[in-house]
């Protein structure tokens, strides 16, 4: 009997925790995801130096009691999960682990010399944000279109790895010491900061002949952006065309979602009630 | 006989102030987009110290000659319109108040320490401008293809967000107070001017793992710009199709150019001269 | 009979000097392209500060050379074209022009305080390069695509200033003199440097509010850089497609163009000898 | 007999060395990538002044066993070639003797006030990065879209080639040596600094009328980005569509997807399920 409400009140718990398809469920997700976004900003604020300095006592309270909440949370999500191993080594269980568990490291782990260490462990928690990834449902279209893309893109990104490689190399030679081109990686940073377009400038030829070189790379690199956009263009174009509604008869694709007859073969658009000219014609 | 005549004037006036499609109407417009440029150019010479030190007199009456324009257009407006409630407060409406209100409010709140205040509250007539987009006709197929494209951009823009918050993290870890990485938001603020390849240089990772990060996110940056033009392209290219051939028969718009069939209304598309065997052979 | 001699002698002089469909007029087009090109590289090797110092002899006599060649060029374009007025006040005619003035301007108006000028006369110069662009016959589908999408991208760009007018006035007001914001114009010559993601970093926001606004102004340029993309894309694929041929018999294009056969109605591609065999069932 | 099987040696030798479609000639492949990487690696930490201080010994005895493996992989490759001159002349032939040479040119060429030049040459064995591009096999869209758009990418180049050189000699008749613009070559190089959004800011226009051009050329170049993105876009999508389907007879490509007949050999488009009602009405 007992076991019995034991498996219905876990049953009432996983409808509220997991799904999003119910009102207890939605409004679930939208108070966790408030919660979230406060202890991401608690975080953001504790490393605000003036900030730190005035409210320490609060962000700190306020973190233990966003730590308390993701605990018993974590702790639901597992109880209420039908396979609860599953969840625990799944993605998200992962992060829900990641999101509590710096908190009670430094309860531990402490004293002077290792605050710093603690802190970073501390600002893990940040990743509390990949959370917010699970309330995007949009996102499908997009990722299809980027998977099927990324076999081209590697390849366009090891180009550009070899490309800025030997320019790299090149300007170390080219330039030296003096305009802060200081070692072959150093100059690779500065290849791609210039080859991507971003130049910040820091480090920057000073001679002609590298300035020469730069000039080719900059017009290389604002060529070869076409590059991916192109092969995403033309894969977003594919995924938007294979989620449109095909033809019952000549499998052609119905456009616009609101045509009442295929552009291809003319006949009407499938609907059980619709008479079919062609076909009686026969 | 009186409210006659008043009826008369006031559709003429309406004809004048809201209506572009008459001589009179176009002539208006025209000199009202001059006198926006003007006081908005007044503005701009108001705010460079050296002009305002010598003509600071001219500016201000210039500034009163174009407030009084823009109030006697303001009430013409109210008195002309069949329904003066909906046009206040239309986008428009409003728009037209706040470039008015800000000369007046200075005459109220004066005194020296409120001047700084005061400026802010004069520099909004600086939206005027925005009645320059009462103008532009044009930009139908453009807004069309970005509506429709909002709820992809949104995705990808939240993305972005996510990755800038936890680099941006990473990097304060990394780098520290010394190379300018002053506090969380301040990283995730370099984060995005590195990820849109603005570059500003006022702050640049120095370490060899902050710069191998920050080549990482460069390249990202370099590569995902390929994602909302990818979006826009396949979009743009929907909207111009969709509003290309029409129909004979039912008016719809024929997709693709190619299509023997209208995808509306189902008869075979007009082409007098091509010969037509298929409704031949019937 | 001399001037019939002399019409032959002009049409020869015009084969020569305006067609390049004829061997002669070629390598007259050839030899004029890299005169063209050393006499601009002349202009740039004087304003190098330490070549002037030492070389400016050999300069000066080589410019001088360039000039009297293209003087002689430029008589003997008046001389065999068919209507020398018309080709005098053509685009061409008066860029030929003003690549020979500025140096014979130099031996009217001299003097040491007139040097400044004179230099920016000679620098003038350099516009002979724009002569380079007769040389080049393979723009059409791009200059195509850019005429029939100039009407969107003028919306867009007017779209684009109206924003970088309203964002940079707010960084004026809020940013002040101090991060060097010190005026309207050059508040929004900063909102333009960062939309358009270049970055100089002169200038770049301090205060927390104007640095959320710089991030939103960029992740807003990063984002709309896709709409001129996307509409030079459609425009251009539109154009390549109108490039292609069409079928006889349904007006479809006809892809790829070694096809035999219509993609759509599947007649035989137009061919005088080849059989039409649904023409013949009717 | 001995003839005979240095002949079976060869062609073993071969099918390790230069197929990579068996088991032996694959892991060959992958342990010669891992050898170039570390030895690049290598080049790269004896550029930074602190480890070439105290690794020097190690670094060095790494590089001649690298020297030492990529001269038997150069020699075993002559060796095994069906035709050894045709393979030395070769691309990958000429990189693979490049990637030896610097060396042991570095025993010949020594002496103190040489070490720079003889460091230009070690670090030019970094090219041997280029042998990486062997192990790439999915660029084949890619290069076949970009080959066909070369000629399109060629006139834009030039264009902005043109447009920058002409800006380049007005900002440096505007803003002067004071600003950094000391030379054109130098304006020329700002120019495309700015045309192509990187930005360094090293030298960045300080008056009104020169700031007013930057900006200028930062909307045509924030614009023109859309000409090569457009042109890539058009040919990946034609090069994506002809790698399609395929002529259930012909073997061809079927274009465009909702095509009805084959292009090629104008049979109608195999699909069993499908009604075909037309062929059925002859």
Request: charged share 20%; net charge positive; with cysteine.
């Amino acid at each position: 009997m007992k076991a019995r409400k034991d498996e219905e009140l876990r049953r009432k718990i996983y409808t509220v925790v997991f799904r999003s398809d119910t009102p207890a469920g939605r409004l679930f997700d939208l108070i966790l995801l408030w919660l979230i976004l406060f202890s991401i900003l608690s975080v953001f604020l504790e490393s605000v130096a003036s900030i730190r300095q005035n409210y320490l006592v609060y962000i700190r309270t306020a973190e233990w009691f966003f730590t308390a909440i993701f605990t018993i949370e974590y702790l639901l999500r597992i109880y209420s999960s039908p396979k609860p191993l599953r969840y625990v080594f799944s993605f998200y269980g992962l992060i829900d682990l990641i999101a509590v568990l710096p908190a009670y490291l430094t309860l531990f782990i402490s004293g002077g010399q290792y605050l710093v260490v603690v802190r970073a462990f501390r600002l893990l928690r940040v990743f509390r944000i990949l959370k917010l990834s699970r309330f995007l449902y949009e996102g499908n279209i997009l990722t299809s279109a980027l998977k099927s893309s990324m076999h081209k893109i590697t390849v366009f990104i090891m180009s550009v790895i070899t490309l800025v490689t030997i320019i790299g190399t090149l300007m170390y030679i080219i330039e030296g010491d003096e305009s802060g081109f200081t070692s072959i990686p150093v100059s690779i940073y500065w290849a791609i900061v210039t080859i991507t377009t971003v130049g910040y400038g820091d480090i920057s030829p000073q001679t002609p002949v590298g300035q020469l070189l730069a000039s080719i790379l900059m017009i290389i690199g604002y060529g070869i952006i076409a590059v991916p956009t192109g092969i995403v263009s033309v894969e977003m174009a594919r995924a938007t065309d294979e989620a449109k509604e095909k033809c019952r008869f000549c499998r052609g694709p119905i456009h616009p979602r609101t045509a009442r007859f295929c552009a291809n073969c003319g006949k009407e658009r499938a609907s059980a009630d619709a008479p079919q000219p062609l076909e009686q014609a026969d």
